[in-house]
């Protein structure tokens, strides 16, 4: 079935706004077995609203009203609306007292524009806005449905979980969009790609997409499913898929690394501390966004001049001067270095070129080595990334947590 | 006059993929005195997109279309503006041999759907691509004008930049958005919203709107000028706001505070070192988020631990016992210590409380110390911010550097 979703709000025809509300809904809607066929963005225009949706009405089974439903002047979507639909707007005086008691207990100004938010396009059933004041309605026109929705994401959100999915998996009467997301570490695009197109080939009914994130490669996988159907092609095709990449796979349900690494260390009990040189804390600020991470987190060191390296690291001025900064000898010095100085079970490290400048004959821009050591193991892993300044750094960041769960699985294997 | 743009891309359909474009777009439109009325996003499909086209056609005296002019099977936006227009495709011969020998020089396959791309709506001027294969075209429909350009931004902006716009200026005929653009750090909205609406509101003439990021205040202000009228009231206005908030104002060129700091420090010949507790690092790559930040980052640590604080910044023992992790004392002796840790001219510290978990009675979720130390000075600032985890870790992160960047301007002020 067809659906179209319209944005009201004339900020959102500014440089500075963009509609991001309809992504949320698009996958919603796909869920419940609609095809989104357009979508577009309208300003605080009551005559432009009731153009663009007599446009949506004949071409879809479905419309998506989102925002222009606040106490302000310039919310019209309910006049655009009733135009649109030739029907009249309804004061609801049940609504009306519903909305006075609540203002007034909140000490908010109530008068002639907030009551607007009490009127009703003719015939329209009431969506109840469980987090702030203006309502939603659900309409049906020629047996097109027309859904219109607060604009701000924090009442949108819940009011379609609550108030609209229902209803469109009554309109969708079972047909639906299934999804799998598999999420991939320590790979690039390429080799994921090469590993799974003789697979997923296998698979036309399944549309399979290969996304290259900063921090993993992501495979989603997507099936329209008829009333009834069980996804069990979907099923299939991703257990073979998980079986072929084996522990490169680290989630099906799009967990961050930082957190997938975080529950090991936890679960192993270990500590870690981090020495970063190119990524100067992205490392740390990283491992930190999960909360709780101070069970396993001890600190680290941001050892980007070579003088931090040896005083804080403990790095032999001659490694340094033998093989250079960003080499595998020194990444495996600054892990040893920083797990002694904070005293963790686990140094991980970081030392690359992220450029624009500091290239050399022999080292690009882009290079970067990670080093770990625990008290047993001392390895590196070496990359070159393309990519500006940033990129190189998000990326190495994503490639030393991946390094890092490659021991982790290493020694759950054989424990020391 | 009225403007509309058409993305064109069954991506852009997916919960996955928003247009990106029409933003810049916008902002390009505007300051050659285009005002967008409408955005909308259609799927590849010749007859979807020339029933948008046709709707566009009818509201405005512009239309910028957007993707769908490569040389795949489902880049239809050519036969889709045919349609609309009631036109024939033309296959240009010219066009053709060039596309042919680019391609065939590159090493890329030619065959009949590259050579589509040689296609032209009947009476279209082509609109060179100097980057990619596709190019653009401009075209004219009872005085409506239509441009068609490439899907990808690196190919759409310089094909803008160097063939629409200077048409589009011809057509604006010198009306055009003026803008202004003023950060502020240091100041919460409502000390900026309180201190300035006095002045702005003398000007109503002039939008200005007050925007929270989490590194700044921004002040936008904008004024449509008629042709050839100069931007004096907005010169005049930006000139008061300037003066009303003296050296809280630290770009009117949208430069990142990190950025202007690093500039600062590397002027004055001082080296910093930053202590990060709760932002664990998130200091540290904002400010090595610049380019050459090497000349006067020399690096720090990640005292995430209580354990980091005493062993790699010698905050004593005692006085982490006396005040909590969390405090004006510890954010002070963080700041000594990394100095002397790292042997820079300047030590920089954060120490707080992110949440969810560790507030106390006495010291809530968001509070945050900041600690400075040079040789001379040490001082601290302390702030309760409200928001998630990572909004604290962000906004801890611009504080810091606010705060870095009023030291550096006293120093400046009274050289020790």
Same mark, same amino acid.
């Given at each position: 079935m067809k659906a179209e979703i319209i944005a009201v709000g004339s900020e959102l025809l500014t440089p500075d706004h963009s509609d991001t509300n309809s992504l949320w809904i698009t996958q919603k809607l796909n869920e419940a077995g609609f095809q989104v066929h357009g979508k577009t963005v309208v300003g605080d225009d009551a005559e432009a609203i009731? @153009?663009?949706?007599?446009?949506?009405?004949?071409?879809?089974?479905?419309?998506?009203?989102?925002?222009?439903? &606040?106490?302000?002047? @310039?919310?019209?979507?309910?006049?655009?609306?009733?135009? *649109?639909?030739?029907?009249?707007?309804?004061?609801?005086?049940?609504?009306? #007292?519903?909305?006075? =008691?609540?203002?007034?207990?909140?000490?908010?100004?109530?008068?002639? $524009?907030?009551? +607007?938010? *009490? @009127?009703? /396009?003719?015939?329209?059933?009431?969506?109840?806005? *469980?987090?702030?004041? *203006?309502?939603?309605?659900?309409?049906?026109?020629?047996?097109?449905?027309?859904?219109?929705?607060?604009?701000?994401?924090?009442?949108?959100? $819940?009011?379609?979980?609550?108030?609209?999915?229902?209803?469109?998996?009554?309109?969708?009467?079972?047909?639906?969009? =299934? +999804?799998?997301?598999?999420?991939?570490?320590?790979?690039? #695009?390429?080799?994921? @790609? &090469?590993?799974?197109?003789?697979? !997923?080939?296998? !698979?036309?009914?399944?549309?399979?997409?290969?996304?290259?994130?900063?921090?993993?490669?992501?495979?989603?996988?997507?099936?329209?499913?008829?009333?009834? #159907? $069980? $996804?069990?092609a979907l099923e299939e095709l991703a257990g073979k898929i998980h079986a072929a990449l084996g522990s490169a796979v680290f989630t099906e349900d799009d967990e961050p690394l930082e957190e997938v690494v975080g529950r090991m260390l936890r679960e192993s009990r270990r500590t870690l501390a981090v020495a970063e040189s190119c990524t100067a804390g992205l490392l740390g600020g990283c491992v930190t966004r999960v909360p709780g991470s101070s069970d396993y987190f001890l600190g680290g060191i941001l050892c980007y001049s070579n003088d931090a390296k040896i005083r804080l690291c403990g790095v032999p001025e001659e490694l340094l001067r033998a093989h250079g900064a960003v080499s595998a000898e020194v990444a495996e010095a600054l892990a040893r270095g920083v797990r002694a100085a904070l005293g963790s079970a686990i140094g991980l490290a970081i030392t690359g070129i992220a450029g624009p400048g500091g290239a050399t004959a022999e080292k690009p821009v882009g290079l970067? !080595?990670?080093?770990?050591?625990?008290?047993?193991?001392?390895?590196?892993?070496?990359?070159?990334?393309?990519?500006?300044?940033?990129? /190189?750094?998000?990326?190495? /960041? !994503?490639?030393?947590?991946?390094?890092?769960r490659s021991r982790l699985l290493a020694a759950e294997e054989a424990p020391s």
């Amino acid at each position: 079935m067809k659906a179209e979703i319209i944005a009201v709000g004339s900020e959102l025809l500014t440089p500075d706004h963009s509609d991001t509300n309809s992504l949320w809904i698009t996958q919603k809607l796909n869920e419940a077995g609609f095809q989104v066929h357009g979508k577009t963005v309208v300003g605080d225009d009551a005559e432009a609203i009731a @153009d663009r949706l007599r446009f949506a009405l004949a071409r879809a089974q479905l419309v998506i009203v989102g925002g222009g439903l &606040g106490p302000t002047e @310039d919310d019209v979507t309910r006049p655009g609306v009733a135009r *649109a639909l030739g029907r009249r707007l309804v004061r609801d005086t049940a609504l009306l #007292e519903e909305l006075r =008691a609540r203002f007034t207990r909140r000490g908010y100004p109530w008068g002639a $524009p907030q009551e +607007r938010q *009490a @009127d009703l /396009v003719e015939g329209a059933e009431v969506l109840p806005n *469980a987090v702030g004041s *203006a309502p939603g309605m659900w309409l049906e026109e020629h047996g097109v449905h027309v859904a219109l929705l607060p604009g701000p994401p924090a009442e949108l959100v $819940p009011m379609f979980e609550s108030e609209v999915m229902p209803r469109l998996q009554r309109l969708g009467r079972g047909r639906r969009l =299934a +999804r799998k997301s598999i999420r991939i570490a320590g790979m690039t #695009e390429s080799q994921v @790609d &090469g590993c799974l197109a003789p697979i !997923y080939r296998q !698979y036309p009914q399944i549309q399979t997409t290969i996304l290259a994130a900063a921090s993993h490669i992501g495979v989603r996988l997507q099936q329209w499913l008829a009333p009834g #159907e $069980p $996804p069990a092609a979907l099923e299939e095709l991703a257990g073979k898929i998980h079986a072929a990449l084996g522990s490169a796979v680290f989630t099906e349900d799009d967990e961050p690394l930082e957190e997938v690494v975080g529950r090991m260390l936890r679960e192993s009990r270990r500590t870690l501390a981090v020495a970063e040189s190119c990524t100067a804390g992205l490392l740390g600020g990283c491992v930190t966004r999960v909360p709780g991470s101070s069970d396993y987190f001890l600190g680290g060191i941001l050892c980007y001049s070579n003088d931090a390296k040896i005083r804080l690291c403990g790095v032999p001025e001659e490694l340094l001067r033998a093989h250079g900064a960003v080499s595998a000898e020194v990444a495996e010095a600054l892990a040893r270095g920083v797990r002694a100085a904070l005293g963790s079970a686990i140094g991980l490290a970081i030392t690359g070129i992220a450029g624009p400048g500091g290239a050399t004959a022999e080292k690009p821009v882009g290079l970067v !080595y990670v080093g770990y050591a625990d008290g047993a193991h001392t390895s590196h892993q070496r990359r070159i990334f393309s990519g500006a300044r940033n990129t /190189v750094r998000e990326r190495s /960041v !994503y490639l030393a947590l991946a390094f890092l769960r490659s021991r982790l699985l290493a020694a759950e294997e054989a424990p020391s």
